[in-house]
């Protein structure tokens, strides 16, 4: 039963927390035992403490593999219901097309972080965490992950200043963030980046 259950929640390959399945039953104890015994006939592969999938082979690799992103992604950015985090740094401004440049330890602001920053490793993948200037939803992550990326923008840019600004521009369009969503989020806009938005031009850009 518990594995008809996962084949139709999670699917093939996919990250599943041990945390998240003995949140949903009244039983801890019989679920664990059942994980156990999944894992041991094979059924249910382990990738890391508490971390599990079931295995399907890829007709590529002809064998089951999880991929260390999507754990990233479901354990510090976002699940089926709610966003919590965002890449940063080098690693969003690679996303927006600023730099060529392919970090090879990725960035994450979360919720789930308490400190200013710390470095972990998923898989064989290394990721920097670090706690959010004001706590992240499904809202106002976008905003506030383009907010981050524009205050260190000239860290990371490749190209000319005409390129940047018009990359940031059509970014902002295409979000169509709005005045009113900025105001929601001025506990994290310091004075420095507000008066690039408004010296750059780049406020108009934003819906009324």
């Given at each position: 039963?518990?594995?008809?259950?996962?084949?139709?929640?999670?699917?093939?390959?996919?990250?599943?927390?041990?945390?998240?399945?003995?949140?949903?039953?009244a039983n801890a104890?019989?679920?664990?035992?059942?994980?156990?015994?999944?894992?041991?006939?094979?059924?249910?592969?382990?990738?890391?403490?508490?971390?599990?999938?079931?295995?399907?082979?890829?007709?590529?690799?002809?064998?089951?593999?999880?991929?260390?992103?999507?754990?990233?992604?479901?354990?510090?950015?976002?699940?089926?219901?709610?966003?919590?985090?965002?890449?940063?740094?080098?690693?969003?401004?690679?996303?927006?097309?600023?730099?060529?440049?392919?970090?090879?330890?990725?960035?994450?602001?979360?919720?789930?972080?308490?400190?200013?920053?710390?470095?972990?490793?998923?898989?064989?993948?290394?990721?920097?965490?670090?706690?959010?200037?004001?706590?992240?939803?499904?809202?106002?992550?976008?905003?506030?992950?383009?907010?981050?990326?524009?205050?260190?923008?000239?860290?990371?840019?490749?190209?000319?200043?005409?390129?940047?600004?018009?990359?940031?521009?059509?970014?902002?369009?295409?979000?169509?963030?709005?005045?009113?969503?900025?105001?929601?989020?001025?506990?994290a806009l310091t004075?420095?980046?507000?008066?690039?938005?408004?010296?750059?031009?780049?406020?108009?850009?934003f819906t009324p």
């Open positions: 039963m518990l594995k008809e259950y996962l084949e139709k929640t999670y699917g093939y390959n996919e990250p599943i927390f041990l945390t998240d399945l003995t949140a949903k039953t104890n019989a679920l664990r035992q059942s994980v156990k015994r999944m894992v041991k006939s094979g059924t249910l592969l382990r990738f890391d403490t508490g971390i599990y999938y079931l295995p399907k082979a890829s007709r590529l690799l002809n064998k089951s593999y999880l991929d260390p992103l999507k754990v990233i992604v479901r354990k510090y950015i976002q699940n089926n219901t709610e966003t919590f985090g965002y890449f940063t740094g080098a690693t969003f401004a690679n996303q927006l097309g600023v730099t060529t440049q392919m970090p090879a330890i990725l960035e994450i602001a979360t919720n789930k972080e308490a400190t200013k920053g710390r470095l972990i490793t998923i898989g064989n993948q290394k990721v920097r965490l670090k706690r959010p200037a004001l706590e992240i939803t499904s809202e106002n992550a976008p905003l506030l992950q383009f907010l981050e990326a524009f205050s260190q923008i000239d860290k990371y840019a490749e190209l000319s200043g005409n390129e940047v600004q018009t990359i940031l521009r059509h970014y902002i369009k295409k979000q169509k963030f709005s005045r009113s969503q900025l105001l929601c989020v001025v506990p004075g420095t980046t507000a008066k690039k938005l408004i010296e750059g031009g780049l406020i108009y850009d």
